[in-house]
């Protein structure tokens, strides 16, 4: 059988390509390498629901909705935003398998336990053999060994790669609500911390029904420049910042460890001839927001419409006129920049400093006007990725 477009990845990206190529009618195929879509990206993430405004968002199987996000810097300093849209936290298994039946119920064929190996003029190679396909999605996200292979991006560096590590602790749903002050089992909490020690990163924890998520992501660069494994500093985050008292009792369910890409389009080719790219896989994660699943979706979107029609030129300038595509893009220069290690080290402390003045009634600034150069800088870069 001859297919019209055959998606490789059944994550986000893989589903949005195929939802889409299905309602247009392409005869469609998804192949994924795990046992059901979402069994290689287990535990969970945070998401835009508007981001996914693709699918039928009713019947998004969301953990808990996020009422307040907070943010810790170094340990000292927090704060806490009441989102203004709706962000929820959903359980990746769910989330994954949620969106690859909307594609099925589209119309596409999803096979599992079933890796491709290659991409061929003919469609691709499995390890359970060849497929014939007019167009190939590549929604293989952040290792991307076939998009590579096929000569449309190059491998990611150290200074692109963001190492994460990732632990799921388990209890109970009254549990989660008293630790975290919930209120009730749909509300939800998201903390983004910024920390300097033992090298300067950012973690984050997600209330889901009856667990947590707590992670870390580091420059991959600074674990080799400190020889420092990604495990060791999770540990010693964990313990400074508190993260083993809130999870005492709770037992822990998963461990992952995955890299985020900090580079991709338009440094990378998103299509060449009857090859598209989306979602990791051409690295449209926004570091600043952590958005890659909402990119994912909307990349597996426009190039599942345009694989069906075989508009590689279309689907490139769709991507530039996407407003968060676009803004992922844009951000680069200012993540490049905060990314250092001493400037990261800066801001903690300036922030820091800048608050504990202000509560002990010092409004001198200092701290702000020795940094001010710096401050103006990303200031800009910030108005040119948001403009
Ligand atoms: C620790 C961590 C936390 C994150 N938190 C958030 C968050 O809170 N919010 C957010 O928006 N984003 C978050 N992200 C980013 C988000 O997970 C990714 O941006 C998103 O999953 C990208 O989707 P994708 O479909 O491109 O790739 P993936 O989700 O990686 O999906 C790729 C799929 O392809 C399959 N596959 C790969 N190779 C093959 C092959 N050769 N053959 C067949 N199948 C294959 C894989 O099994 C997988 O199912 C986080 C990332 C990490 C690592």
Request: charged share 25%; hydrophobic share 40%.
């Amino acid at each position: 059988m001859m297919y019209d477009v055959i998606v490789v990845g059944a994550g986000p990206a893989g589903s949005a390509a195929a939802f889409k190529a299905a309602k247009m009618g392409a005869r469609t195929l998804v192949v994924e390498r795990g046992s059901e879509p979402g069994a290689k990206n287990v535990s969970g993430a945070m998401v835009r629901v508007e981001d996914l405004s693709l699918f039928d968002v009713k019947t998004l199987p969301a953990e808990r909705e996020v009422k307040r996000v907070r943010l810790v810097l170094g340990g000292d300093l927090q704060v806490e935003i009441k989102p203004k849209e709706r962000l929820v936290n959903v359980g990746r298994l769910k989330l994954d398998k949620w969106m690859a039946s909307q594609a099925e119920s589209a119309g596409a064929l999803v096979i599992t336990k079933t890796t491709a190996l290659k991409v061929t003029p003919e469609g691709i190679i499995t390890d359970r053999g060849p497929v014939s396909g007019k167009s190939i999605v590549l929604a293989e996200g952040a290792n991307a060994i076939l998009s590579i292979g096929s000569g449309l991006r190059r491998d990611l560096r150290p200074e692109e790669t963001v190492q994460t590590v990732k632990e799921v602790y388990s209890l109970n749903k009254d549990e989660v609500n008293k630790r975290f002050g919930l209120t009730g089992d749909q509300e939800g909490i998201a903390v983004r911390y910024l920390f300097q020690d033992p090298v300067p990163g950012a973690g984050f924890l997600y209330t889901y029904r009856d667990s947590v998520a707590f992670g870390i992501g580091v420059h991959m660069s600074s674990l080799i420049s400190h020889r420092i494994r990604p495990q060791d500093v999770l540990e010693e985050v964990k313990r400074s910042l508190g993260i083993q008292e809130l999870v005492k009792g709770f037992s822990l369910r998963e461990y992952s460890a995955k890299i985020i890409p900090e580079n991709g389009f338009p440094s990378w080719r998103p299509c060449q001839g009857n090859v598209y790219l989306a979602g990791d896989a051409l690295g449209l994660v926004n570091p600043i927001t952590f958005n890659g699943i909402g990119p994912a979706v909307i990349s597996g979107g426009l190039a599942g419409e345009h694989a069906v029609n075989g508009e590689c030129h279309e689907y490139e300038t769709s991507l530039l006129r996407d407003r968060i595509i676009s803004q992922s893009v844009k951000v680069r220069p200012l993540v490049r920049e905060l990314l250092n290690e001493r400037v990261m080290r800066n801001y903690i402390s300036m922030a820091t400093n800048l608050s504990s003045s202000w509560v002990s009634g010092d409004l001198s600034m200092t701290p702000l006007k020795e940094n001010s150069f710096t401050l103006l800088k990303h200031v800009l870069l910030l108005m040119g990725a948001t403009s």
